[in-house]
């Protein structure tokens, strides 16, 4: 096959100006339409992407997308990622977000949580402590200063175990490609709300096992700190981060 045809190939089967990392991974390569198609991945499912909204922190995009028989679709998603560095564009997962999971040190049978005001529920809602990423900034030092802005508390991030256990996951992917590391670590000092941001109305919760018991059966509580509770229920005052071992 020569240039010319993979070249068309690979726009016939992803959408124009997406297909640069494909089109250079295929230069001066002959191939076939199979293996075209394996570098374009999934992209011949999107045909065109359009921003609805110019927010600071997220916006919505309307996508011209085919389903699974090959129609034309509408889809909506949110992002935070800028316009034409989407994640369906680069293919590259990073995390926006961190959160983190913090048991106190001199207690670590006792977790840090946040019950914070939401908007789209108007009410408060048990979470971990967490925030969005600084440019510059690596998680580590995202989750140190997070913490410090909504407990007051000082964090000693914990680095033994797996590091699959910190690579970011997505959160909600039928609504947004947005992904978050969990940053583990020992909480120290004392709890305060002087730190934070009139925008946040945040209550400090430091919450024993029994307490994290009565919030799963109870509160309102964030799908992922629940997760996460029901792994601290599970934990070992000796060796409270021994379920990073996997």
Do not use: H
Not at 21 to 28: D, H, L, N, T, V
Not at 74 to 90: D, H, I, M, N, V
């Amino acid at each position: 096959m020569t240039w010319s045809s993979a070249r068309w190939a690979v726009d016939r089967y992803v959408v124009g100006g997406w297909n640069q990392y494909q089109i250079e991974m295929m230069k001066g390569e002959a191939g076939t339409m199979d293996k075209i198609k394996k570098e374009a991945g999934t992209m011949d499912k999107i045909k065109n992407i359009k921003k609805l909204t110019d927010n600071r922190f997220l916006n919505m995009y309307e996508m011209d997308a085919r389903d699974s028989k090959g129609n034309p679709m509408k889809y909506y998603f949110a992002s935070r990622g800028k316009e034409g560095e989407l994640k369906c564009a680069t293919k590259k997962n990073f995390a926006e977000g961190v959160m983190v999971y913090a048991v106190l040190e001199e207690e670590p049978d006792k977790i840090v949580l946040i019950r914070q005001y939401r908007y789209p529920i108007d009410d408060y809602i048990y979470e971990m402590p967490a925030g969005l990423v600084d440019p510059m900034e690596d998680v580590n030092q995202t989750a140190v200063r997070e913490f410090r802005e909504e407990t007051g508390m000082d964090l000693k991030v914990v680095t033994s175990g797996s590091e699959s256990c910190r690579r970011p996951f997505y959160t909600t992917i039928g609504l947004t490609d947005e992904a978050v590391s969990i940053v583990y670590g020992y909480a120290g000092g004392n709890a305060t709300d002087a730190f934070s941001e009139d925008s946040e109305d945040i209550e400090i919760i430091i919450a024993d096992k029994d307490m994290a018991r009565d919030i799963l059966k109870n509160g309102n509580v964030a799908m992922k700190c629940a997760l996460l509770l029901m792994q601290f229920l599970q934990s070992d005052r000796e060796n409270p981060f021994g379920f990073l071992e996997v």
